[in-house]
């Protein structure tokens, strides 16, 4: 049986800042497929909390990658809209970065997987800022996402409308009350792993 590969690209979320690895949702989503009897190396993750997109594309290039994986997942683009940067300049970079990530899957869209971006407005840590500005300004990075994503033939995952029921609930979150905690993360390695299954040769 074949053994897959997936490669994780990132920020905070890909990383499960917070959490223990086994709880980050590429890890998650990989063992969810184990259980499936699907063989899977450990995830390889490359991402750091706080990244945007520009300082993703940077990390990826001084980072030694496979020539090629079986899937890549993508979700980037929180911490652009946290520093309040353009959505135009977002496009551009996140198009770069997809690119990258077809080009990593072996020139295969559809075994690239996008995740829309979490919305951090509904979170306590969120507490006396505009929630509804953050919103706005999450839904429009995310409609970019998901166009760039339909450009390419890539698979867009929306993990934002969920992730807005459940983002402030104790149970949801982790401890520093901003990041999701393990129960928020396997509701996405769920909707992941289930993309992934039918592309698996």
């Known amino acids: 049986m074949k053994l897959h590969s ?5 920020d905070s979320y890909t990383i499960g800042e917070q959490v223990r690895i086994y709880e ?3 890890y998650q989503t990989v063992q969810l497929l184990r259980k499936k009897g699907f063989s899977f190396y450990a995830p390889e993750i490359v991402a750091v909390t706080g990244f945007t997109t520009d300082e993703l594309n ?4 001084e980072t030694k990658l496979q020539a090629q994986y079986d899937f890549v997942s993508l979700l980037i683009g929180v911490n652009n809209q946290y520093r309040g940067r353009a959505v135009n300049n977002f496009k551009e970079e996140f ?3 997809l690119q990258i990530a077809i080009k990593l899957s072996g020139i295969k869209p559809q075994h690239v997987f996008v995740l829309s971006i979490p919305d951090w407005g509904v979170t306590p840590f969120a507490a006396g800022r505009d929630k509804e500005k953050i919103a706005k300004e999450i839904d ?9 994503s339909k450009k390419y033939k890539t698979h867009f995952i929306d ?4 992730q807005r029921k459940d983002g402030s609930k104790e149970d949801f979150l982790a401890g520093d009350k901003l990041h999701p905690s393990g129960r928020e993360y396997s ?3 769920v909707h992941l792993s289930e ?7």
Not at 140 to 148: D, W
Not at 195 to 201: A, S
């Open 159 to 162: 993990i934002t409308a969920s």
């Open 187 to 189: 509701k996405w390695a």
């Open 6 to 10: 997936y490669l994780a690209l990132g």
């Open 195 to 201: 993309n992934i299954i039918p592309m698996i040769q």
């Open 140 to 148: 429009a990075f995310n409609k970019v996402c998901k166009s760039v």
């Open 58 to 61: 940077n990390l990826i290039n």
């Open 95 to 97: 198009e770069g970065l």
């Open 24 to 26: 980050s949702f590429p």
